[in-house]
């Protein structure tokens, strides 16, 4: 399962970005949001995002730094180190999982990120674990605050992702009528030219026998030769 994580966002500004912030978490998953100082009137107007309309309304907005993380046993600051020096771990954004890889995966993470003007205090960034750092080109090294969480998440979850099952192959009886549904569709047209109805249905068979096909794309072929055989012969 996923490790627990918590994005907190500090002192926040502009409510296009906190609801672009919901719209990531949304995303891959996440639904814990804690907002620390939220500025007055943006907490209120950053009530809709796509998607994510309830996850900002079961966002908590608190005042302290001690009521954001609590109940996280792993704290990671993100900063662009932009004029900043750092004496706290530094960890690069691909590194992040094997980062994390120590830590039992019950154990529940706070993914905290700055305000879009000034980014997190000093004193914020030394009470992290580390401080994940994105790599961007030094010329433009800071990003928006959405995109900002959104890469993040995405690299947190990229190991852990489940992989889509793949869709189960179609019944046989299935399989069967679209074969029988395009002999007689060949048929009707004489192709491939010249083969006997023996060998044009061994060659179908023969075409058809590599492919796994989900009983969705046999109903559609299925459907579709059908048709055309039946326009076919109102011709």
């Not at 990003?143 to 979850?157: D, I, K, P």
Request: charged share 20%; aromatic share 6%.
């Amino acid at each position: 399962m996923p490790r627990p994580t918590r994005v907190v966002l500090v002192r926040p500004r502009n409510p296009l970005n906190i609801g672009a912030c919901a719209r990531a978490m949304a995303n891959f998953g996440l639904s814990d949001l804690v907002v620390i100082e939220p500025y007055e009137p943006i907490w209120q107007e950053a009530r809709s995002a796509p998607g994510a309309e309830r996850l900002l309304q079961e966002a908590r907005a608190v005042s302290s730094w001690e009521e954001a993380i609590n109940n996280c046993s792993i704290v990671l600051g993100t900063s662009s180190f932009h004029q900043r020096p750092f004496e706290q771990a530094v960890v690069e954004l691909p590194n992040m999982n094997p980062f994390l890889s120590p830590y039992p995966a019950s154990e529940p993470l706070a993914l905290v990120f700055g305000s879009e003007r000034s980014g997190m205090s000093n004193e914020e960034l030394s009470r992290c674990h580390a401080i994940v750092h994105i790599p961007t080109e030094r010329a433009v090294p800071s990003m928006n605050l959405g995109q900002a969480v959104a890469t993040v998440l995405y690299e947190l979850r990229r190991h852990g992702w489940e992989a889509a099952s793949p869709p189960q192959p179609a019944p046989a009886l299935d399989r069967e009528a679209l074969i029988q549904s395009l002999d007689k569709l060949s048929a009707h047209y004489d192709y491939p030219r010249g083969y006997t109805a023996a060998d044009r249905l061994g060659r179908i068979r023969q075409a058809l026998q590599p492919a796994l096909l989900p009983a969705a794309t046999i109903h559609f072929f299925l459907s579709l030769t059908r048709h055309v055989l039946n326009h076919a012969k109102k011709q």
